[in-house]
């Protein structure tokens, strides 16, 4: 899989293992199909540096944090 186009810094399984997401210095958040592999979501531009690190809150939320100092808080589902 090649979907990122700089490196990959956190790859998190939702608590369910239905969907996983990875998210990277090329500032964008993907959400897969556990079972397919596809991409059900990306996030382009989600930050202005690259990501960090992320983790589930619940089903549908997940957090990130950047290097340009900001912790976001998202609806994986709506992308908002």
Do not use: Q
């Not at 186009?5 to 556990?34: E, Q, W």
């Not at 957090?63 to 912790?71: A, G, L, R, Y």
């Amino acid at each position: 899989m090649r979907t990122h186009t700089n490196f990959i810094n956190k790859v998190a399984f939702r608590p369910d293992g239905k969907f996983f997401i990875s998210v990277s210095a090329d500032k964008s958040i993907i959400l897969y199909d556990t079972e397919s592999l596809e991409v059900v979501r990306k996030i382009d531009k989600a930050h202005n540096k690259g990501i960090l690190d992320a983790v589930w809150i619940n089903d549908s939320d997940i957090m990130t944090c950047s290097s340009d100092n900001e912790i976001k808080y998202w609806n994986i589902e709506t992308g908002t």
